[in-house]
Nanobody
Framework: QVQLVESGGGLVQPGGSLRLSCVAF????????MGWYRQVPGKQRELVAS???????YYADSVKGRFTISRDNAKNTVYLQMNNLKPEDTAVYYC????????WGQGTQVTVSS
């Protein structure tokens, strides 16, 4: 049973940066593709970035060129570097596989506002 713990969110001004972390406990996730999702109240959870076991990546058009997903298999951790943040990036961010294999963590709130 894998437990996912997200952290690194906060309040940032437009144009600012944040780095999110997702640590997995209970089993190694190195064999899995992993992704970052975000959700705002009243909307479906949206996959914004994925990284595959071979390190290839996918980004939603809304974040392409601004967000970078990476992973450190030795630390069982997935990261999301978010640059040039916009108010529309405000959401709760979660990590999981692209298929939503594991139980969802508590997420980390990102608020972009001046």
């Amino acid at each position: 049973q894998v437990q996912l713990v997200e952290s690194g969110g906060g309040l940032v001004q437009p144009g600012g940066s944040l780095r999110l972390s997702c640590v997995a406990f209970g089993n190694m996730i190195s064999i899995y593709a992993m992704g970052w999702y975000r959700q705002v109240p009243g909307k479906q959870r949206e996959l914004v970035a994925s990284i595959f076991s071979g390190a290839s990546t996918y980004y939603a058009d809304s974040v392409k060129g601004r967000f970078t997903i990476s992973r450190d298999n030795a630390k069982n951790t997935v990261y999301l570097q978010m640059n040039n943040l916009k108010p529309e990036d405000t959401a709760v961010y979660y990590c999981n596989t692209p298929q939503g294999t594991f139980s969802w963590g508590q997420g980390t709130q990102v608020t972009v506002s001046s």
